[in-house]
C-alpha cells in the first residue's frame, strides 16, 4: 500500500528554521513527482514546492521562493522541505503528497493524487 508520511514539524520562533521529511513507504519514490502543500486554519489548501521524478526540477510558490528548498534522496526515499527565515504566516498543517506514477509536478491539490496526513509548523515567538 503506497504511503506518505510528514515528520519535522513543531513550534519555531519567527526568523527560525525547520526541515520537513515525507517518507515513502510501499513504493519506490524514483518515478514520482512530489509535492508540499499547507493548510492554514480557516484558508484552502496551497501549494508549496514540488520536485519532479525526471530531471528533479523544482517549483515554488512565490511566497516561499528564497526561503524554501525542496530536494529529494531517492536512496532513502525521501522528500525534503528545508524552511529558512520561517514567518508566522507560514504557520500550517503541511502535506506531502504525489500525482499519479509519471505525472508532471503541479501546485494544485487536485493533481495530486496520494496524501500524507501532515504535520504541524507552528511559528510564532
Known amino acids: 500500500q503506497l504511503q506518505l508520511v510528514e515528520s519535522g514539524g513543531g513550534l519555531v520562533q519567527p526568523g527560525g528554521s525547520l526541515r520537513l521529511s515525507c517518507a515513502a513507504s510501499?513504493?519506490?519514490?524514483?518515478?514520482?513527482?512530489i509535492g508540499w502543500f499547507r493548510q492554514a486554519p480557516g484558508k484552502e489548501r496551497e501549494g508549496v514546492s514540488c520536485?519532479?521524478?525526471?530531471?528533479?526540477?523544482?517549483y515554488y510558490a512565490a511566497s516561499v521562493k528564497g526561503r524554501f528548498t525542496i530536494s529529494r534522496d531517492n536512496a532513502k526515499n525521501t522528500v525534503y522541505l528545508q524552511m529558512n527565515d520561517l514567518k508566522p504566516e507560514d504557520t500550517a498543517v503541511y502535506y506531502c503528497a504525489a500525482p499519479q506514477l509519471f505525472r508532471a509536478c503541479v501546485l494544485q491539490s487536485s493533481g495530486m493524487e496520494y496524501w500524507g496526513k501532515g504535520t504541524l509548523v507552528t511559528v510564532s515567538s
Open positions: 520536485i519532479s521524478s525526471s530531471d528533479h526540477s523544482t
Open positions: 510501499g513504493f519506490t519514490l524514483d518515478y514520482y513527482a
